[in-house]
């Protein structure tokens, strides 16, 4: 069984900034990939970021480009989420994803790739 654990959602402003965090416990990730979705309400989820194992390959959507940074801390087996010039079409719950398996590039933007998932947190963007 695997835990993820996600914090640092909040309510900020446009513009502001926030970084998630998404810490994993129960089995070790060695390997495998980690990503985060989001869901507005009365939308579908959708993809946000993701990372490979050596955190050499990362993944983004494109209304987010430049705009987060995702990145990982094996040792901590944590994955974080630097948001950056949030925008108020950026609120949603966001929920961090995990599976032990590497993936093929085009594999990472799928949640059905995942096979863990967190409880969410909400990010809330006033304008």
């Known amino acids: 069984q695997v835990q993820l654990v996600e914090s640092g959602g909040g309510l900020v402003q446009a513009g502001g900034s926030l970084r998630l965090s998404c810490a994993a416990s129960g089995r070790t990730f060695s390997g495998g990939a980690m990503g985060w979705f989001r869901q507005a309400p009365g939308k579908e989820r959708e993809f946000v970021a993701a990372?490979?194992?050596?955190?050499?390959?990362?993944y983004y959507t494109n209304s987010v480009r430049r705009r987060f940074t995702i990145s990982r801390d094996n040792a901590k087996n944590t994955v974080y989420l630097q948001m950056n010039s949030l925008k108020p079409e950026d609120t949603a719950v966001y929920y961090c994803?995990?599976?032990?398996?590497?993936?093929?590039?085009?594999?990472?933007?799928?949640?059905?790739?995942?096979?863990?998932w967190g409880q969410g947190t909400q990010v809330t963007v006033s304008s």
């Open positions: 990372i490979s194992w050596s955190a050499g390959s990362t």
């Open positions: 994803a995990a599976t032990p398996r590497g993936l093929t590039y085009y594999l990472y933007y799928s949640g059905s790739s995942y096979s863990d």
